[in-house]
């Protein structure tokens, strides 16, 4: 199938901590995978991205890991800020025939940030 | 460059009417993509255009449906409205081209179906 899901719906930390969010993925011909953020009112924010052929990318502040072989993606947050405060959702992505390509979203973790 | 925008930002209608939301993409991209977020579906993918041509397509009934003009701009139609298709209605753009293809969305369309 092409299912897409995040183990835990909220994540609270107190501010300064490290964030990890978690993603599990079930279609092993994804090749592409990418995280949001979204926050109250707003459309999805591009965070960070990671290829298949890849197990770890980092960005500011972020961090995707890839393990295809449990077909697992992580973000971690160092530092987490009150902005940070938002749901995140994880996405995969599997390039069709036709040349388009479809994101599969997971149901997404709610990160709350606590002064 | 400007990001992806999409107009109106909130309607309502009523059940049995037909809506037009519109979605402008970040310039020189072709691809858009359009998506409804609930809370109890999440995140669900409705269709993509390229080169105004649907290129693919979700699993949603024949009411929804989509075009895309040669400027890039996409427009998406829902017709005889449902109480169920309330939702947030975002819409996204992508180069169409290349292995990766980041999508960008824009502020979504909420819409109401009373």
């Known amino acids: 199938g092409e299912s897409v899901g995040l183990h835990l719906p909220t994540l609270s930390v107190q501010e300064g901590d490290n964030s990890i969010i978690n993603c599990a993925y079930s279609n092993s011909a994804s090749d592409y995978f990418i995280w949001y953020k979204q926050e109250s009112g707003k459309g999805p924010q591009f965070i960070i991205d990671?290829?298949?052929?890849?197990d770890k990318r980092q960005g500011q502040r972020v961090t995707v890991l890839l393990n295809k072989t449990v077909k697992h993606l992580s973000l971690q947050i160092a530092a987490t800020q009150p902005g940070d405060s938002a749901v995140y959702f994880c996405a995969e992505t599997v390039l069709l025939t036709g040349g388009g390509n479809k994101l599969t979203f997971g149901t997404g973790t709610q990160l709350k940030v606590e002064l | 460059k400007a990001g992806v925008t999409q107009t109106p930002r909130y309607l309502i209608k009523t059940r049995g009417q037909q809506v037009t939301l519109s979605c402008s993409p970040i310039s020189g991209h072709r691809s858009v993509s359009w998506y409804q977020q609930t809370p109890g579906q999440g995140l669900q993918f409705l269709f993509e255009y390229f080169s105004e041509t649907q290129r693919n397509k979700g699993n949603f009934p024949g009411r929804f449906s989509g075009r895309q003009f040669s400027n890039s701009r996409s427009e998406m139609n829902v017709s005889t409205l449902e109480l169920g298709d309330s939702a947030l209605y975002l819409c996204a753009s992508s180069s169409g081209t290349g292995s990766k293809k980041t999508q960008y969305f824009g502020p979504g369309t909420r819409l109401l179906v009373l």
């Open positions: 990671i290829r298949s052929n890849m």
